[in-house]
């Protein structure tokens, strides 16, 4: 692990930090979730400094885990340092994460995804 953030004895994030011209692959998106499902973290980021994506972690038993990609942040990209982007940011402070912004973002990320969505408008009720 190359960071992690903890509040009291408990882990509850994962940096993954690679060369700038590093690839954010799956692969390293695997490799930190592996280091935080032993750490019993739900939270994952993986960066190359020029690139951020935060995931959220879900354990299930006897598979892989889920993932929920909650952002994924380029810093040297046309726009730079957007109001998107840090707002996103924001997202790593012990503001966000302990006051809940960090759980309401994800909640939300997860509900509007295009899978949920696709799911809600083929489901029965709305078809009838």
Same mark, same amino acid.
């Given at each position: 692990?190359?960071?992690?953030?903890?509040?009291?004895?408990?882990?509850?994030?994962?940096?993954?930090?690679?060369?700038?011209?590093?690839?954010?692959?799956?692969?390293?998106?695997?490799?930190?979730?592996?280091?935080?499902?032993?750490?019993?973290?739900?939270?994952?980021?993986?960066?190359?400094g020029q690139i951020w994506r935060l995931y959220r972690v879900i354990p299930q038993p006897g598979r892989d885990p889920r993932f929920i990609?909650?952002?994924? !942040?380029?810093?040297? +990209?046309?726009?730079?340092? /957007?109001?998107?982007? *840090?707002?996103?940011?924001?997202?790593?402070?012990?503001? $966000? !994460?302990?006051?809940? +912004?960090?759980?309401?973002? /994800?909640?939300?990320? *997860?509900?509007?995804?295009?899978?949920?969505?696709?799911? $809600?408008?083929?489901?029965?009720?709305?078809?009838?």
């Amino acid at each position: 692990v190359d960071i992690a953030l903890k509040r009291g004895d408990h882990i509850f994030l994962v940096i993954e930090c690679k060369n700038i011209r590093s690839k954010l692959n799956n692969n390293v998106r695997d490799q930190a979730a592996g280091y935080a499902t032993s750490l019993s973290a739900e939270w994952v980021v993986v960066t190359n400094g020029q690139i951020w994506r935060l995931y959220r972690v879900i354990p299930q038993p006897g598979r892989d885990p889920r993932f929920i990609e909650v952002f994924d !942040v380029a810093l040297l +990209d046309e726009d730079g340092v /957007s109001e998107v982007d *840090a707002e996103n940011l924001f997202l790593l402070t012990s503001r $966000a !994460v302990f006051g809940g +912004d960090l759980e309401k973002m /994800s909640h939300l990320v *997860a509900c509007t995804s295009k899978k949920r969505i696709l799911q $809600a408008l083929a489901s029965e009720r709305v078809i009838k």
